[in-house]
């Protein structure tokens, strides 16, 4: 993560130097990721088809959602419901008071209690961690370079004003792709505490790891025809929709072979510290 | 939020640090004047009845610590005569509920069950302790102590998943000093009954 900051203040640095109308492009995007960033808790639950649902409707997932953020001391967030045979789940909200946690029909009935609180655990803790403010802000001058690499090509192109511009892009250009595998790291470092928050929180490492098996193993066999749109919101899923297929590096989730592993180490741990 | 806890959510530590926070079983003795007051002001009186809640974990050592707390339980009710049992409610929930018509009694004997759980290292486990009145109507009003939180909070369903919020705000007022009342709203973590009129360890 200190390297990240680096990156970007080293990056901004080098921006500023440049022309008005790069700085105008960023500000404008600045605006439009910042309203993304207000937005994201209800864009997430509209993208994944969740509904929130209240007490009357799920009574039961109501108060383990109420327990489990009881010891985990948060406010109770909103809790949705996502009709889909996909077993996943995922937290939303840039605030501890306008966060969501969110199930789909599929994970309630593939899993037994323990295990979906081994997961809602693991959403929970996202939330408490504030992982979806720590990933937009990691992203956002990623995003940036991204975009002065797209639109500096495209305007920059025909007239060129000594080099300046060219500059600029290929900084971008560098901080984009150092940024890109950063940030997956970053992501994958953020699974792993919200793993271990939601294992101390239920108490159970052995649960969310049974329920992750269960899951992946379902993961491959069920198409995601419905959920095309939704690679950008594989940060705050219990596993990602698309898995194997990319390098390592370019994960957003550690294996879940790796992640079986260290919660299997942490349930020894609790059982010999008591 | 404080510094130290935004610190602790940017490494991604936040949740595993709150959650293994321990408890503090000793605040549980406040209600045993604010229950004067409950009385002498308001007009409620004990219901007799009171429920410790805990976030249960499946290991031999806790199993152990609970019949731990059984034995101090019954030890304690040849002085006490503080009926007790132990119970999971229907959400998950796992519950120490204890009886005694003497105010008193039940909060010493609440306290035993939370300090006997601390002591056997489980203090981060407990979530509740939940004191029942009633007014003359037979109605019943909750004081709610969050262990995660150090501070109560009034608790009035009407059903099985609506609350009386007016009443709870004239308890906050009345009480609020006399108990460290949890001033955040969004920490009043209701414990719905089964059933209308019944009790939240169902």
């Known amino acids: 993560m200190g390297l990240l900051v ?24 600045s605006l439009f990721l910042g309203g993304q960033f207000f937005l994201s808790d209800r864009l997430a639950l509209y993208s994944m088809g969740a509904s929130e649902v209240d007490e009357s409707e799920y009574p039961q997932l109501h108060a ?36 969501a946690v969110a199930v789909t029909t599929g994970l309630m009935r593939t899993l037994d209690e323990a295990e979906l609180e081994g997961v809602l655990a693991h959403e929970l803790a996202h939330i408490k961690n504030r992982d979806v403010v720590v990933m937009t802000i990691a992203s956002f001058l990623s995003t940036i370079a991204f975009l002065v690499v797209r639109f500096g090509v495209f305007f920059g192109g025909g007239r060129n004003r000594n080099g300046q511009v060219l500059v600029a892009i290929v900084a971008s250009l560098v ?49 995601n025809d419905d959920l095309r749109d939704t690679s950008e919101m594989n940060a705050f899923f219990i596993i990602p929709i698309k898995a194997g297929v990319v390098g390592r590096l370019f994960s957003t989730h550690p294996s879940t072979d790796q992640r079986v592993e260290r919660l299997r180490e942490l349930e020894s741990e609790l059982e010999t510290s008591g | 939020m404080s510094l ?37 002001d308001l007009g409620y009186s004990s219901a007799g009845d009171a429920g410790l809640l805990f976030n249960g974990v499946d290991s ?29 409610d229907p959400r998950g929930g796992e519950w120490v509920v204890l009886h005694d018509p003497d105010f008193e009694d039940l909060v010493t004997s609440v306290h035993f069950a939370a300090d006997q759980l601390a002591e056997a290292g489980f203090g981060s486990r407990l979530l509740s ?74």
């Open chain 1, 64 to 99: 383990t959602v109420s327990r489990l953020s009881q010891q985990a001391d948060l406010p109770k967030p909103r809790v949705a419901v996502a009709d889909s045979q996909v077993p996943n789940a995922f937290a939303t909200g840039r605030s501890r008071d306008s966060s």
């Open chain 2, 129 to 202: 302790g939940v004191f029942s009145f009633e007014d003359a109507d037979g109605r019943s009003v909750y004081w709610i102590y969050s262990f995660r939180r150090g501070a109560y909070y009034p608790f009035v369903p009407t059903g099985t998943n609506t609350q009386d919020t007016s009443t709870q705000v004239k308890l906050e007022s009345v009480l609020d000093g006399e108990l460290t009342v949890e001033s955040d709203k969004s920490y009043w973590y209701p414990l719905w009954p089964e059933t209308p009129g019944g009790d939240p360890w169902g």
């Open chain 1, 6 to 29: 680096a990156l970007y203040i080293g990056f901004i640095g080098v921006l500023s130097v440049f022309t008005a109308d790069l700085l105008l492009i960023v500000g404008v995007m």
């Open chain 2, 60 to 88: 031999s050592e806790f199993r152990q610590a609970v019949e731990e707390v059984e034995s101090i339980l019954e030890a304690g009710a040849k002085d006490t005569g503080t009926e007790f049992e132990v119970r999971d």
């Open chain 2, 4 to 40: 130290l806890d935004s610190i602790k959510s940017v490494f991604g530590v936040g949740a595993e640090s709150a959650a293994s926070r321990s408890g503090d079983p000793e605040d549980l003795f406040g209600m045993s004047t604010a229950y004067l007051t409950m009385e002498a």
């Open chain 1, 175 to 223: 901080v984009w792709v150092v940024s890109f595998f950063l940030i997956r790291a970053l992501s994958r470092y953020r699974e792993y505490a919200a793993d271990r928050g939601g294992a101390v929180i239920t108490g159970q490492p052995s649960a969310l790891a049974s329920a992750l098996l269960k899951i992946s193993g379902r993961m491959d066999q069920v198409p």
